[in-house]
Structure formats: structure tokens, C-alpha cells
């Protein structure tokens, strides 16, 4: 059984940066192509940004591009996202999600965390 766990979310003010984390277990991360997801309140789930298993290729919202950075460190099982210039737009619940490749649609992803809020102030 593949458990997905998120840690590092929290409040931070407009302007700031905020990194979560999610940690992989039950078989190694290097096995999926890895995603992060959010939801804000009364929105539908959207993408954020997705890294591949092999080559490190990475996926990312427009909203997002060049403000939010994905990363994966296999020996420790850990999938990374540094958020910065952040906006209360950002605000969020964010998930991890694991799958076979780094798309943008939530249905190619067969693992889900519990999610993670990050909440932005203006």
C-alpha cells in the first residue's frame, strides 16, 4: 500500500514563501512520475505541477510558472514544492499525488495525500 503524507503548509503573508513536502512509503518514489494538486474554497481541484520519474521533466501551471519550483529527492522519498511571490490566489489546500506520468490531469495519478493548507494574507 502507497501512503502520500504533506507537511509544511501554514500562513504566510503576500509576497512570502512557503515550501511543502510530501513523503512517499510502501514502495519507492522513483517508482511514479510525482504531482502536486490544489483546491481552494468552493473551486474545483486544479494542477500545479507535476516532475517525471526518469529525467526529472517538469510540468507546470501557467498560474504558477516561474514563482513555484518542484522538486524530488528519491533516497529520501520526498517530493518538494517551493512556492514563492505567493498571492492570497494561492491559497489552498495542496496535495500530493503519485502516478506513472506528469500530467495535468488528476485522474492519471492512483495515490493521493491528505493535503496540506497554505493560506496567503494580503
Known amino acids: 500500500q502507497v501512503s502520500l503524507v504533506e507537511s509544511g503548509g501554514g500562513s504566510v503573508q503576500a509576497g512570502g514563501s512557503l515550501r511543502v513536502s510530501c513523503t512517499v512509503s510502501g514502495r519507492p518514489s522513483n517508482n511514479y512520475a510525482m504531482g502536486w494538486f490544489r483546491q481552494a474554497p468552493g473551486k474545483e481541484r486544479e494542477f500545479v505541477a507535476a516532475i517525471s520519474r526518469s529525467d526529472g521533466t517538469t510540468n507546470y501551471a501557467d498560474s504558477v510558472k516561474g514563482r513555484f519550483a518542484i522538486s524530488r529527492d528519491d533516497p529520501t522519498n520526498t517530493v518538494r514544492l517551493q512556492m514563492n511571490s505567493l498571492t492570497p490566489e494561492d491559497t489552498a489546500v495542496y496535495y500530493c499525488?503519485?502516478?506513472?506520468?506528469?500530467?495535468?490531469?488528476?485522474?492519471?495519478?492512483?495515490?493521493w495525500g491528505q493535503g496540506t493548507l497554505v493560506t496567503v494574507s494580503s
Open positions: 499525488a503519485a502516478g506513472g506520468v506528469p500530467v495535468r490531469r488528476s485522474g492519471a495519478y492512483a495515490y
